[in-house]
Nanobody, 122 residues
Framework: QVQLVESGGGSVQPGGSLTLSCVHP????????VGWFRQAPGKGREFVGA???????IYRVSLEGRFTISRQNTDAPVYLQMSNLKPEDTAVYYC????????????????WGQGTQVTVSS
């Protein structure tokens, strides 16, 4: 079982910034990828970005330039830095762990955190 804990959500005005963090178990026994997803009210869960165990990163194309994933090392928390936030970024943000090739699909991630709410409004 892989336990994940997200934090850093909150309310922010349009144009503002937030950084979310995802604490995950040390990668001592498994090489896995950490992905970020979000789910807005009434919508499906969508891919935001992910970092592979090798350090490779991929992003949702429409979010590139505003959202950045970072980490210090493979055991450190994974951060999602969000800037120039828009009302349409309002959602519950989840981090998740997957194995194998770095993927964008919800179905390719096996373990999920509880999510953290991000609200962008004036």
């Amino acid at each position: 079982q892989v336990q994940l804990v997200e934090s850093g959500g909150g309310s922010v005005q349009p144009g503002g910034s937030l950084t979310l963090s995802c604490v995950h178990p040390p990668r001592t026994s498994s090489m896995y990828n950490v992905g970020w997803f979000r789910q807005a009210p009434g919508k499906g869960r969508e891919f935001v970005g992910a970092v592979g165990w090798s350090g490779m990163k991929i992003y949702r194309v429409s979010l590139e330039g505003r959202f950045t994933i970072s980490r210090q090392n493979t055991d450190a928390p994974v951060y999602l830095q969000m800037s120039n936030l828009k009302p349409e970024d309002t959602a519950v943000y989840y981090c998740a762990v997957g194995f194998g090739f770095l993927q964008r699909s919800v179905n390719d991630y096996e373990y999920w955190g509880q999510g953290t709410q991000v609200t962008v409004s004036s």
